[in-house]
C-alpha cells in the first residue's frame, strides 16, 4: 500500500510498533510551533462528530497538510448505519488533511499461509472496507515466539549495535512475543556494553531482570482457584518489582496464550496441539495448557474484553493502571 496516502490505517496488536509508527507520521512537520496547530489526537469513544469535522476540515496552518490521529472507530461506530456513514465522511478527507486512523485488532497468526491471515483480517469491517477502497492500509501483527530472536537482532542494530544468536534467544525466553520490553532490554544492554561489542550471553544474564512470568502464573493459579487474597499478594509483588506498565503486557499476554490455549481445547486438542499453536518455551505452553483447561472459553474471552477495557481508561487517564489491576482482581474472585 502507498505510504503517502491521504488516509492511513494502522491495526493490529502490536501497539510499540503502531507508537513508532505514528512518531514517523507526526514527523512530518518541519517546524515544532506549527506541529502542535496543525495536529489533532481524537479518540473515537469520547469525541465529537463536530470535533472530527473540525480537525479534518480545517485549514493547515503554515503547512500543507494537517495531522489527525483518530483511535479506534470502532468503539464509537458500531452498527451499520454509522460504520457506512463514518466511510461516506473519511471519502471524503480533503488533500489539506492527512487522516491517521489506529484500530485495535487481535491477530491469528498463520504460520507460511499468508491468503488465510489476509482472509481471516479481512472479517475487520474496517480492514475490509480500505483494502476495497484501496486507501492506506499497515498491518502490525505481535511477532510469535518464534520471531522473537529475529526481531530482538534486528531491534538491536536499528538501535546502533549488534547482539548474538544465543544471547537473542535467551532474551526472547525471558520476555516473550513482547516487543516493548525486549526494546527496553535491549537499551539496557547496549548501554552496558557501550555499544563497543555485540551482547553476550553472560550479558544478557547479568543485567536483564529476569521476567515476573511465574508469579504471573502463580497469580492466575489464584484466580483459577478463587484465592482472592493469594491473587492479591503476588498482584503486589509484582507492583513492587517493577512499574504497573511494565508488567501489564506480561498479564495480557498470559490471559491472550490462556485464550488461544482454551480454543484449542475446545476443538478436541491435547498439550501437543497447544504447543505447537503457542510456540515458546515448553514449560510456558504446558502450563497455559494446565490453567486453560480450568477456565471455560467464554469466562476468557470475558476476561480479555475486559483486560482491553482496563488498557483503554490506564492509557487515557481514567484509572490508574495499579488501581484497575487490583479491581480486576477483585472482581475475578469475589
Known sequence: MPRDTSVVLLYGNDEYAIRRRLSEFEAMFSDPSSASMNTARLEARTMSEDELNNAINAMPFLAKQRLVLLSNPSARYSSP?????????????????????????????????????????????????????????????????????????????????????????????????????????IGKLLAYVNWTRPIRLEDVQAVSIVTAEADIFAMVDALVQDNGKAAQRLLHKLLEDADAFGIWPMVVRQFRLLLLAREVIEQGGGAPEVQRVLGGPDFVAKKAYEQAKRFSLPVLERVYHKLLEIDEVAKTGRMPLDVAMEMLVTELTA
Not at 491468503?115 to 483494502?131: G, I, N, P, S, T
Not at 486507501?135 to 511477532?143: D, K, M
Open 81 to 185: 448505519q454509522a460504520r457506512r456513514k463514518f466511510c461516506e465522511f473519511v471519502e471524503k478527507v480533503p488533500p489539506t488533511a492527512r487522516l491517521v486512523i489506529t484500530e485495535s485488532v487481535e491477530l491469528k497468526s498463520y504460520r507460511g499461509d499468508k491468503a488465510r491471515q489476509e482472509k481471516e483480517d479481512e472479517k475487520h469491517w474496517l480492514v475490509k472496507w480500505v483494502k476495497k477502497i484501496g486507501l492506506g492500509l499497515e498491518r502490525y501483527g505481535l511477532p510469535a515466539q518464534w520471531e522473537m530472536t529475529g526481531w530482538i537482532i534486528k531491534q538491536a542494530q536499528q538501535q546502533g549495535g549488534q547482539i548474538e544468536q544465543g544471547a537473542a534467544a535467551r532474551l526472547a525466553e525471558m520476555v516473550g512475543p513482547n516487543p516493548q520490553q525486549a526494546a527496553q532490554e
